[in-house]
């Protein structure tokens, strides 16, 4: 059966690109070379149509791109010779495929001969697109359609630009150029470029169409691509059938009238009866196209109106679905409405428990600074007392320098050890030698019996014997 055509052009540089392909792969690709070969379940050896083994084309390609050279243009205006990037793309391809199957081409004659019919339009086209910078065609029929890899490569161009040998490609170039010229700014240009680019892109394709697809009887394009329903799909396939029935017809018309050229030395009876028989044979050829025409017309009308008969049931599937759309969006809207009662009420009660722990965090904050307050407050007490114990006792002797000359002896074996825990001993080491040095310059100013009187009312307001300097009440500390 006849069906959509399938024609790609795209260019490759040595560097991979994201997919993964580069000149390497593709050509090893096509000629099934094991590692790159992996996505084929069998692979066979490919059928070369036409020009070089993909082996050889990659020789021809790395010998041109050997000695090319670019000119670049230096920041201080000269110029320079540079060898050929690496992503640079040096290699075009182009791909063809047939939309039967690869198994019904070897096992039926007919799909056979329509297939190699097809090969030899595409081998036509490819040479008047691309002349002798087509390097060889192949053919692989181990994956599930037929098809053809076409191979060219930039041999008349020192910078080996495989991209301006695509016409789409070349389009661009010269949208973008004139846009510059004619003061655009760079975004404008790309887009003029990309729009030049996609308008070429479908003349291509329309010109493959032309030269290939309806002398093959292909379709333009397949059914999902302009949502066609199964019955206009058929009727667009036996159109395009027809017309390349019409086209073999014809051309095999021109070829009998070229062939008889050579006999136009005979006589004109001859002459006259010879073309009376041919236009006679064309008039019956026409008549018979014109039969054929009018039967295909008659199957197209009938396939039209099935279409019509499908496409009215299919309205009326789509009404019936849009109304249990309709039902179920209802009953999901309810469900969220009783979802978000449930979720508010959470929400309420979420927040008051959280609103209660927050005043209960409050709360035991308040009695936690309070608390430290109160140990601050006795510490400091505390600290002052042992300060004042400390310099009385500098003034009885119970405290007096130590003998390595740092620090100082403490006699009282209590005020020592709270002295240690509150580690002020090196704090008061200042006051305390202080206090010493004057009360050593008192006594010499004063007689003995003198220096005891001070002494005795500087420390009258000692806490009374047997009462414990540390004892700390519950709650500060006692005078």
Not at 185 to 214: F, P, S, T, W
Request: proline fraction near 4%; hydrophobic fraction near 40%.
């Amino acid at each position: 059966m006849s069906g959509p055509q399938f024609f790609h052009l795209q260019s490759f540089s040595r560097k991979a690109n994201p997919a993964g392909q580069s000149v390497e792969q593709v050509l090893a690709e096509a000629a099934r070379v094991p590692r790159f070969s992996t996505h084929v379940p069998s692979p066979r050896s490919p059928r070369v149509v036409a020009g070089l083994h993909p082996a050889r084309i990659k020789e021809r390609h790395d010998a041109m791109v050997e000695t090319g050279r670019i000119s670049v243009t230096l920041a201080d205006g000269s110029t320079k010779e540079r060898g050929i990037r690496k992503d640079r793309h040096t290699l075009l391809t182009c791909v063809a495929s047939h939309p039967l199957l690869s198994n019904q081409v070897e096992a039926d004659a007919e799909a056979r001969r329509k297939y190699e019919t097809w090969v030899e339009y595409n081998l036509a086209h490819f040479q008047r697109m691309f002349g002798d910078k087509l390097m060889g065609v192949v053919e692989h029929l181990d994956e599930e359609h037929p098809h053809l890899h076409a191979f060219v490569l930039p041999t008349d161009d020192p910078t080996c630009s495989a991209r301006d040998l695509n016409p789409a490609w070349a389009a661009k170039t010269e949208a973008e150029a004139a846009a510059r010229e004619a003061g655009h700014d760079a975004k404008a240009a790309v887009k003029l470029g990309n729009k030049a680019y996609k308008a070429r892109a479908r003349e291509i394709q329309d010109e493959y169409h032309r030269e290939v697809g309806i002398a093959a009887a292909l379709t333009r394009l397949g059914p999902k691509r302009e949502r066609l329903s199964r019955a206009e799909w058929r009727a667009r396939k036996a159109a395009a059938e027809q017309d390349a029935l019409l086209l073999r017809e014809m051309e095999d018309r021109v070829s009998a009238l070229a062939i008889h050229e050579e006999e136009l030395s005979a006589t004109e009876e001859e002459i006259t009866a010879r073309l009376a028989e041919q236009l006679e044979q064309a008039a019956l050829l026409d008549a018979e196209a014109e039969a054929k025409r009018q039967s295909a017309s008659t199957e197209i009308d009938a396939l039209l109106e099935a279409a019509r008969r499908d496409r009215e049931a299919a309205v009326a599937r789509l009404a019936t679905a849009e109304a249990e759309a309709r039902r179920l969006e209802n009953r999901a809207r309810k469900k969220a409405e009783e979802d978000t009662a449930v979720a508010d009420a959470y929400l309420r009660d979420t927040k008051h428990k959280a609103r209660q722990l927050r005043l209960d965090a409050e709360r035991k904050m308040e009695e936690v600074h309070s608390q430290a307050d109160s140990y601050r407050r006795d510490g400091v007490r505390e600290a002052c007392e042992l300060a004042r114990k400390m310099m009385i006792g500098v003034l009885t002797g119970e405290v007096v320098p130590a003998p390595t000359g740092e620090g100082w002896t403490i006699h009282d074996e209590r005020l020592k050890r709270r002295v240690g825990e509150l580690d002020i001993a090196s704090s008061l080491d200042r006051i305390l030698q202080i206090v010493s040095r004057c009360w050593e310059l008192i006594k010499r100013q004063l007689k003995p019996a003198a220096a005891e009187a001070e002494l005795s009312d500087l420390v009258e307001d000692q806490p009374p014997a047997g009462r414990d300097p540390h004892h700390r009440p519950e709650k500060g500390i006692e005078p």
